[in-house]
Nanobody
Framework: QVQLVESGGGLAQAGGSLRLSCAASGRTFSSSIMGWFRQASGKEREFVAAINRNGGTTYYADFVKGRFTISRDNAKNTVYLQMNSLKPEDTAVYYC?????????????????WGQGTQVTVSS
């Protein structure tokens, strides 16, 4: 079982930056693939980024490549999403997610646990 709590959302101007954090509790954090999804108002939830168990492999949606960076600190049970060059279309609720299926590839990331979400609003 993993509990996830996001923080760091807020308001930013276009071209600005925000850093999201996700603190995890539970003994399976270091063996879980971690990632971020987002959901804009009126739209479906979509994948943003994922990171494998040791942090050595990352995977991004095309629309954030080169702008967002996912990282993790297993000693702190925390995963981060550094968001640079923000655009108004990045406005959404961002959700942290965990997949503790040890056999699964990062490219088949299938969350079993979700945080409550944090709002990111980017003004033009």
């Amino acid at each position: 079982q993993v509990q996830l709590v996001e923080s760091g959302g807020g308001l930013a101007q276009a071209g600005g930056s925000l850093r999201l954090s996700c603190a995890a509790s539970g003994r399976t954090f270091s063996s879980s693939i971690m990632g971020w999804f987002r959901q804009a108002s009126g739209k479906e939830r979509e994948f943003v980024a994922a990171i494998n168990r040791n942090g050595g492999t990352t995977y991004y949606a095309d629309f954030v490549k080169g702008r967002f960076t996912i990282s993790r600190d297993n000693a702190k049970n925390t995963v981060y999403l550094q968001m640079n060059s923000l655009k108004p279309e990045d406005t959404a609720v961002y959700y942290c997610a965990a997949d503790d299926a040890y056999w699964r590839s990062i490219y088949r990331f299938t969350p079993a646990y979700w945080g409550q979400g944090t709002q990111v609003t980017v003004s033009s």
